[in-house]
């Protein structure tokens, strides 16, 4: 076959691999003057239909997808019956070739390499497509100027999506077969293929790399099946393998027989690994505290290799008073050993000021089998757990690692809650509420609502945004903002969104719309009386254009679950009415549409504000203008600085 020329254009140079339906060659693009591989099936297959269908849904599977972390395909075609796909060339060895050479990896290159493979499972997940055979040999180490670079290899047996509806095509589905020591477990099971398949069997590869075998490492297929199915994977930490412990949570996801347990996305999966990876290059800061020189001494001397290879940090203090300011000095302590016994302040008053200084640190108490009152009073007052003397060091040893354990998923926690609390603020009022009442499940549930939706658009704020620097910018136009969201959320309103310098809110249940109204009228008159008070020059002097509408809206979370990119909104005419009302209106203006104008009640004061070009080619419509609400609304300006 060297030297062959395929398709009238590829010139054959050398084989260089076996794909699971093909010989790989190199060969020269004579047209394009540049090297390529060509995957070309065996001719003794050619004749079979139902293998040039998977191999010509191999070629128009990767080419749906162009992401750096997937092979990329140049052309397909047939020469002399036999099909064959051209793709760039790649340098370097796959990682199977790597593990069964190095037979483990470290953490940090393992989350490199997930990190690139999480990125290039996404992007299929964008473009409907399941790898289904997702293994080492299948993640290409392709070496380059700039580096090394994972490229995803042979999407033969891969499924799109949108297949899966066709009865035909599930028939074709359950004739194949992935490489069963990284199957999932519906996948052996012969269910049709889903993303999660792929974030299995990439927790397979994760655990291989790491301890050196595989979770379920039978060589009997049908014993294999079974065990893939019902045994549960040995943890790392059972495997003498220097790992760290948070491992073993990490693949209780990663490896969950239920998939509805598993990581939901790539990425969720390669953020946890990158958070355990980042918590083990942080050796765990322990303070000891006791008066005792030899007891530092043998401490230093038994715990003398965790410290040498940066797996313990430890800090003295001889008592309590100094352990406070090594606390003070050291904030990133995380464990306190401490004697009870020892002057100017004793480990329990110790116990009871660590709080103060350190929250997340958590306290051992040292103390002698007789003295096991002041052990139960340490306990009640908050100690973690206690070793007793004359100190068993292995006993210790047990007590520190479950302790620091606990330290870091009570750090982790509060990580979380930070990130949260950030989160929050970006995150749509209304679906935070209806996860409180509904759970995740039914957050994004769509549900018809009768609403009043507003806009409040800060007028021509994109000229100053263009004026401006981005930070000067922002904060004027927050300034404008401070001020109109506490008005509509003191009216019950939720904000659904800010869209460029506008801010889009709802009002729904009893009087959506007077309540709508008031608010609107008040934001008005807060932003007037600030403008009055802070001058020409400042941000409130924009004025505000302001649209309301009032119907039924759809409640719903939209955007794409494949990609976990979702938003919560409202959806509908009133929607869109309100939006275009807000640009039609004046700086000052509270514009409504006839449904407004019939539903408010006698004491809001509306006057005709003529024909608006309201909605995009169209004719101008008769819009409405809001005046005033009686009774009057108290002004910012108006109200006292203390109320007694």
Same mark, same amino acid.
């Given at each position: 076959?060297?030297?062959?020329? +395929?398709?009238?254009?590829?010139?054959? *140079?050398?084989?260089?691999?076996?794909?699971?339906?093909?010989?790989?060659?190199?060969?020269?693009?004579?047209?394009?003057?540049?090297? @390529?591989?060509?995957?070309?099936?065996?001719?003794?297959?050619?004749?079979?239909?139902?293998?040039?269908?998977?191999?010509?849904?191999?070629?128009?599977?990767?080419?749906?997808? *162009?992401?750096?972390?997937?092979?990329?395909?140049?052309? =397909?075609?047939?020469?002399?019956?036999?099909?064959?796909?051209?793709?760039?060339?790649?340098?370097?060895?796959?990682?199977?070739?790597?593990?069964?050479?190095?037979?483990?990896?470290?953490?940090?290159?393992?989350?490199?390499? +997930?990190?690139?493979?999480?990125?290039?499972?996404?992007?299929?997940?964008?473009?409907?497509?399941?790898?289904?055979?997702?293994?080492?040999?299948?993640?290409?180490?392709?070496?380059?100027?700039?580096?090394?670079?994972?490229?995803?290899?042979?999407?033969? +047996?891969?499924?799109?999506?949108?297949?899966?509806?066709?009865?035909?095509?599930?028939?074709?589905?359950?004739?194949?077969?992935?490489?069963?020591?990284?199957?999932?477990?519906?996948?052996? *099971?012969?269910?049709?293929?889903?993303?999660?398949?792929?974030?299995?069997?990439?927790?397979?590869?994760?655990?291989?790399?790491?301890?050196? &075998?595989?979770?379920?490492?039978?060589?009997?297929?049908?014993?294999?099946?079974?065990?893939?199915?019902?045994?549960?994977?040995?943890?790392?930490?059972?495997?003498? @393998?220097?790992?760290?412990?948070?491992?073993?949570?990490?693949?209780?996801?990663?490896?969950?027989?239920?998939?509805?347990?598993?990581?939901?996305?790539?990425?969720?999966?390669?953020?946890?690994?990158? /958070?355990?990876?980042?918590?083990?290059?942080?050796?765990?800061?322990?303070?000891?505290?006791?008066?005792?020189?030899?007891?530092?001494?043998?401490?230093?001397?038994?715990?003398? *290799?965790?410290?040498?290879?940066?797996?313990?940090?430890?800090?003295?203090?001889?008592?309590?008073?100094?352990?406070?300011?090594?606390?003070?000095?050291?904030?990133?302590?995380? @464990?306190?050993?401490?004697?009870?016994?020892?002057?100017?302040?004793?480990?329990?008053?110790?116990?009871?000021?660590?709080?103060?200084?350190?929250?997340?640190?958590?306290?051992?108490?040292? #103390?002698?089998?007789?003295?096991?009152?002041?052990?139960? %009073?340490?306990?009640?007052?908050?100690?973690?757990?206690?070793?007793?003397?004359?100190?068993?060091?292995?006993?210790?040893?047990?007590?520190?690692?479950?302790?620091?354990?606990?330290?870091?998923?009570?750090? %982790?926690?509060?990580?979380?809650?930070? $990130?949260?609390?950030?989160?929050?603020?970006?995150?749509?009022?209304?679906?935070?509420?209806?996860?409180?009442?509904?759970?995740?499940?039914?957050?994004?549930?769509?549900?018809?609502?009768?609403?009043?939706?507003?806009?409040?658009?800060?007028?021509?704020?994109?000229?100053?945004?263009? $004026?401006?620097?981005?930070?000067?910018?922002? %904060?004027?136009?927050?300034?404008?903002?401070?001020?109109?969201?506490?008005?509509?959320?003191?009216?019950?309103?939720?904000?659904?969104?800010?869209?460029?310098?506008?801010?889009?809110?709802?009002?729904?249940?009893?009087?959506?719309?007077?309540?709508?109204? &008031?608010?609107?009228?008040?934001?008005?008159?807060?932003?007037?009386?600030?403008?009055?008070?802070?001058?020409?020059?400042?941000?409130?002097?924009?004025?505000?254009?302001?649209?309301?509408?009032?119907?039924? @809206?759809?409640?719903?979370?939209?955007?794409?679950?494949?990609?976990?990119?979702?938003?919560?909104?409202?959806?509908?005419?009133?929607?869109?009415?309100?939006?275009?009302?807000?640009?039609?209106?004046?700086?000052?203006?509270?514009?409504?549409?006839?449904?407004?104008?019939?539903?408010?009640?006698?004491?809001?004061? +509306?006057?005709?504000?003529?024909?608006?070009?309201?909605?995009?080619?169209?004719?101008?419509?008769?819009? =409405?203008?809001?005046?005033?609400?009686?009774? #009057?609304?108290?002004?910012? /300006? $108006?109200?006292?600085?203390?109320?007694?």
């Amino acid at each position: 076959m060297q030297d062959h020329t +395929i398709g009238g254009r590829y010139a054959l *140079r050398r084989e260089i691999g076996h794909g699971g339906m093909g010989v790989v060659w190199e060969a020269f693009d004579q047209m394009l003057r540049r090297t @390529v591989a060509i995957k070309r099936m065996p001719a003794g297959e050619g004749a079979s239909d139902e293998a040039q269908r998977r191999f010509a849904q191999e070629a128009t599977t990767i080419a749906r997808v *162009r992401h750096e972390h997937i092979v990329q395909v140049h052309d =397909y075609g047939i020469d002399q019956g036999a099909p064959y796909i051209v793709m760039e060339l790649l340098e370097g060895e796959d990682l199977e070739s790597r593990l069964r050479r190095v037979h483990q990896l470290p953490a940090a290159a393992v989350l490199s390499l +997930i990190r690139q493979i999480g990125a290039g499972l996404d992007a299929a997940r964008a473009a409907g497509i399941v790898h289904c055979d997702l293994k080492p040999a299948n993640v290409f180490l392709a070496r380059s100027a700039y580096g090394e670079s994972v490229k995803i290899l042979d999407f033969g +047996i891969g499924w799109t999506l949108h297949d899966g509806g066709d009865g035909a095509s599930n028939e074709r589905y359950s004739g194949r077969f992935g490489t069963p020591a990284y199957m999932s477990p519906e996948q052996v *099971r012969g269910a049709v293929p889903h993303p999660l398949t792929d974030l299995w069997s990439l927790g397979v590869i994760v655990y291989r790399a790491l301890t050196g &075998q595989l979770p379920f490492p039978l060589t009997d297929v049908r014993e294999l099946i079974v065990s893939i199915c019902t045994d549960p994977h040995p943890v790392p930490s059972s495997l003498g @393998v220097d790992l760290h412990p948070g491992l073993d949570r990490f693949f209780e996801r990663a490896l969950a027989k239920d998939r509805s347990r598993r990581f939901q996305s790539a990425r969720e999966l390669v953020s946890a690994f990158a /958070a355990i990876c980042e918590a083990a290059t942080r050796p765990a800061k322990i303070l000891v505290v006791d008066d005792e020189v030899d007891a530092q001494i043998l401490l230093k001397l038994y715990f003398r *290799r965790k410290t040498g290879r940066a797996a313990y940090e430890l800090v003295f203090a001889d008592n309590g008073e100094r352990a406070l300011d090594e606390l003070r000095r050291h904030p990133d302590i995380d @464990v306190v050993v401490t004697d009870i016994n020892m002057p100017v302040m004793d480990g329990l008053a110790l116990l009871e000021r660590i709080p103060e200084v350190n929250p997340l640190a958590r306290t051992v108490i040292v #103390s002698a089998y007789g003295d096991m009152t002041n052990i139960r %009073r340490a306990m009640n007052r908050g100690a973690f757990d206690f070793v007793l003397k004359p100190i068993n060091f292995e006993d210790l040893e047990a007590t520190l690692e479950k302790t620091v354990r606990h330290v870091e998923e009570h750090r %982790r926690k509060a990580r979380s809650n930070e $990130e949260n609390d950030v989160l929050r603020k970006f995150t749509s009022a209304a679906l935070i509420e209806r996860l409180r009442l509904h759970g995740p499940g039914g957050a994004a549930a769509s549900e018809a609502l009768e609403a009043t939706v507003a806009f409040i658009d800060v007028y021509q704020f994109t000229r100053v945004a263009k $004026e401006r620097p981005p930070a000067e910018a922002t %904060r004027l136009l927050n300034a404008n903002f401070e001020v109109i969201v506490p008005e509509l959320l003191a009216e019950g309103g939720v904000v659904d969104k800010f869209v460029g310098d506008a801010v889009m809110a709802v009002f729904h249940g009893p009087d959506h719309l007077d309540r709508a109204l &008031q608010a609107c009228l008040a934001a008005r008159a807060q932003l007037e009386a600030m403008a009055q008070r802070a001058g020409d020059d400042s941000p409130y002097a924009h004025g505000v254009c302001i649209g309301l509408s009032t119907g039924d @809206v759809v409640a719903a979370g939209i955007g794409s679950h494949a990609c976990g990119q979702l938003g919560y909104t409202v959806l509908g005419e009133v929607v869109n009415a309100a939006a275009h009302l807000a640009r039609a209106a004046l700086p000052g203006e509270i514009l409504i549409d006839g449904a407004v104008c019939d539903a408010a009640r006698r004491e809001v004061k +509306i006057e005709a504000a003529g024909q608006r070009s309201v909605w995009p080619r169209s004719e101008p419509t008769a819009v =409405y203008r809001v005046l005033r609400s009686e009774p #009057s609304l108290r002004l910012l /300006a $108006e109200q006292p600085t203390v109320e007694v």
